[in-house]
């Protein structure tokens, strides 16, 4: 929570000074958005171990090599595309996240993810 807090907080620095002088702080908008990342994440991590039973109907998890590694990989997998996003999108263009090789990568390895979490509901 304190760093979906955090994330949104240096988005709103980079925003208002942007909002004056029309260059903004990159660094803040840099780490505000990884920060953002990092913390979805770790709710994704929290409602996959809630979903497999963690800390509601037993203390030791089955397959836990597989979740974390799995959620290691959807971490350094959502950064490099963050980072891929930043490089190759032109800031003059007025293009989305989720228009480009990097959104729709993005949103396939989150629905193979959702997939893999209703999966572990039943």
């Not at 974390?68 to 959807?74: D, L, N, R």
């Amino acid at each position: 929570m304190f760093l979906q807090f955090l994330g949104i907080f240096l988005n709103v620095v980079h925003v208002l000074k942007f909002a004056f002088d029309g260059v903004g702080v990159e660094k803040c908008d840099m780490v505000g958005n990884l920060a953002a990342i990092v913390s979805e994440c770790l709710m994704i991590l929290m409602l996959l171990l809630i979903a497999k039973g963690w800390t509601i109907t037993r203390m030791v998890m089955k397959c836990k090599l597989l979740t974390f590694a799995v959620w290691a990989a959807y971490l350094c997998f959502d950064i490099f595309l963050f980072v891929w996003n930043r490089v190759e999108i032109d800031v003059i263009e007025d293009i989305d996240e989720y228009q480009t090789w990097p959104g729709w990568l993005t949103l396939s390895f989150r629905l193979s993810i959702m997939v893999w979490f209703l999966l572990e509901l039943r």
